[in-house]
């Protein structure tokens, strides 16, 4: 017997799920996006999916290395189609819970059958990272096995596999209402003046999720944080030199054609901070600047002590997004108090990392009413 399903929103998070429950062949996908596969905030997003690093709790480490492994057999059917620029990682430890952290990530990468080394020597550091401050540092870690993706060639390449398996997606459709019988929903409406029936709706808009949960009668408990991201003009340009991802605490960098990208960790935000988080409108975000003079003093200052060398570069460009927070910085996956209304939503800085294996588990609880322990630990229901 086949299965209705609408997923809301074109991004990563909802072309990752088209894709997985288009697997299965009593499914009929419809997937509405009110703009363009991709854009939004998948669009801005940095795409890195690092081997070892805080971003998400090593608890949850085989998640990352779904989503990396994902991506890089993507990459092998069809080059340039995950968009995969193979940088390395370095991950700087500026405290022994940091260290820690860093030194489980490295073990758990070499079981998979990765590299990964934790570097005392502050020369072999330098090399990686020429300009760094070794004096505020007890090592770090480095792989070269890793790198960042492009998540809007990923969710191009979710949404070509999804309409090959038989998925409908309909771009330039905004969801503008919801229909509901009692608890449960049974449909939505479209701004092209269009009704579907669906037996389950999935709301994957991430920011947005807010505000199509409204449109539920839902409370979705997320905020949004600041994703101000800044493109510096390093001083120094080193020929045959590959700028690897960088990770410490409160930021982190990558290469961005001949310059580099620098944004505030999410982890380091404070969601009771009105400069770092707040509930904002999504559609009101600039493509390009829109950034707080706080953002380039905080990751100025944090280069000045831990990079020097980028404290001189010079600012090329900056844009801010939103990342949609909860309040333990992990999503909301699955259930809502309406029924047949789902969520996929709350990934804040680690869609790409995560949507790949909440995807996977979600379509099967869809399909066959199969849980797992993922979907139980990033239920709706923990955050009421």
Known sequence: MSKKIGIIGGGISGTCLGYNLS???????????????????????????????????????????????????????EKGSAGFDQTGTLVVATSEEVEKTIKAGIALARSAGYTGEYITDKKKIEEILPGINTDVILG???????????????????????????????????????????????????????????????????????????????????????????FLAPPIKRENYIFPIIKYPAFYGLRAGDNIFICKSHLSMDLDDPMHAGQWDPDKLPQTGGTDEYFIEFLFDQMDE???????????????????????????????????????????????????????????????????????????????
């Open 23 to 77: 697997l299965y062949e009593e499914a009929e996908v419809v997937l509405f996006e009110k703009d363009r596969i991709g854009c939004g905030t998948t669009a801005k997003s940095a795409g890195t999916v690092c081997l070892f690093d805080d971003s998400l709790n090593n608890r949850y480490w085989d998640v990352r290395l779904y989503g990396f492994e994902t991506y890089l057999k993507m990459e092998a059917e």
């Open 140 to 230: 770090a870690g480095y792989t070269k096995d890793d790198g960042y993706f492009d998540g809007t060639m990923i969710s191009n390449t979710f949404a070509k596999k999804m309409q090959e398996n038989g998925a409908t997606i309909l771009t330039g459709i905004a969801v503008t209402e919801l229909l509901k019988e009692g608890d449960q929903v049974t449909g939505l409406k479209t701004s092209d003046g269009k009704s579907y029936d669906f037996d389950i709706i999935v709301d994957c808009t991430g920011p947005w999720s807010r505000f199509t949960g409204e449109l539920a009668g839902i409370d979705v408990p997320i905020w949004h944080t600041k994703a101000e991201a800044f």
């Open 306 to 384: 831990y990079i020097p060398e980028l404290a001189d570069s010079g600012q090329v460009s900056s844009w801010l997004s939103y990342r949609a927070e909860t309040r333990d910085f992990l999503p909301i996956i699955g259930e809502t108090p309406l029924k047949n209304y789902l969520l996929a939503t709350g990934y804040g800085g680690n869609g790409v990392i995560e949507a790949p294996a909440v995807s996977r588990d979600l379509a099967k609880y869809i399909m066959r009413g199969e849980s797992t322990l993922l979907l139980e630990e990033w239920a709706f229901m923990r955050l009421v």
